[in-house]
């Protein structure tokens, strides 16, 4: 089954008079949607409690859940301590994940700004394999990370250098975010066939299994020479890419990813919209 939902709450959740993430899924359920990402890209600081009450409405309303881990984890600082904290940071998602019954954790892994790319990815490697034999001591193997393909251009997220990532080991699975996709390309996702040509690279990399099932996220972007500077919504459509392109993909190849709407402001809505895209474009086949 595809899966659609938001990253994050929308504002309009919190307009309406809602102030805990206790009630996403039941108001997500009521849109018409079935997935959600929960952020704590500023750190893990959910308790147990909470996050089992949020799992409990989760499981309730068929909501697939994940979790984003905190965006300053950089598994190839030169900084040996920095990368012992960001591998923490992972397995302190993990174990939030699990009291959760979150199925997916996404993960940036780092940059390499300041050190040697080859260097920074073999590091970076070296330690999402320490992660994932912690992971799997502390009886948290059974959630799958998701490190991202990231949208500035000197940070180690490259579709290649995610890819070599998963290769570590087979239980891993990207986060296929198309509007970095589109800012480090700068502006290379304009039809069917750019998204197919990603989407064949990633088959050949992955296998089918993986391929079918990957964790997406999705919303137009602004990019500069160095790539991603702004995500917008559905309706800045002078901004790319476009949902309806990766729709046709999608159906094409069979495919039943998780699509995370990371819309300015609007990500649940705008995850309606791109839901109800895929709807109409499976309708005409």
């Known amino acids: 089954m595809i899966r659609f939902g938001p990253s994050g709450n929308s504002e ?4 309406e ?6 009630d996403m899924p039941k108001w997500l359920n009521n849109m018409g949607l079935n997935a959600y990402e929960y952020q ?17 409405e989760a ?12 965006y300053y984890i950089n598994m190839a600082s030169p900084d040996e301590e920095k990368r012992k904290k960001s591998r923490n940071y992972i397995i302190k998602t993990l174990t939030a994940a699990k009291w959760m019954g979150g199925k997916r954790v996404v993960a940036h892994i780092g940059s ?5 790319k080859k260097w920074a990815l073999d590091t970076a490697k070296k330690e999402l394999f320490h992660v994932i034999q912690e992971a799997d001591a502390l009886g948290l193997g059974g959630i799958t990370i998701c490190p991202e393909i990231l949208g500035k251009k000197n940070q ?8 070599d990532l998963c290769s570590i080991d087979e239980r891993l699975i990207p986060t296929v975010d198309f509007a970095h996709l589109h800012a480090r390309g ?31 996220h999705f919303s137009r972007v602004e990019f500069t020479k160095g790539g991603e500077k702004k995500h917008w919504t559905m309706k800045d459509t002078n901004f790319g890419p476009e949902f309806l392109h990766l729709a046709e993909i999608i159906l094409k190849n069979k495919m039943q990813p998780v699509i995370i709407c990371e ?6 809505e705008d995850a309606l919209e791109m839901k109800n895209i895929y709807q109409n474009v499976k309708g005409g086949m």
């Open 186 to 216: 700068q502006g290379s996702l304009n039809s069917p066939a750019d998204f197919e040509r990603v989407l064949n690279i990633i088959k050949n990399s992955l296998g089918e299994e993986r391929f079918k099932n990957l964790h997406c």
């Open 17 to 22: 008079g809602y102030k805990s993430s206790v």
């Open 263 to 268: 819309s300015r402001g609007m990500m649940a």
């Open 40 to 56: 704590c890209n500023r750190g893990v600081r959910i308790g147990q409690e909470l996050a089992e009450k949020i799992g409990g």
């Open 112 to 116: 390499y700004s300041k050190v040697d």
């Open 12 to 15: 309009s959740f919190y307009n």
């Open 59 to 70: 499981s309730k309303y068929d909501i697939f859940l994940s979790i984003h881990a905190p």
């Open 156 to 163: 180690l997220g490259s579709l290649e250098e995610i890819l």
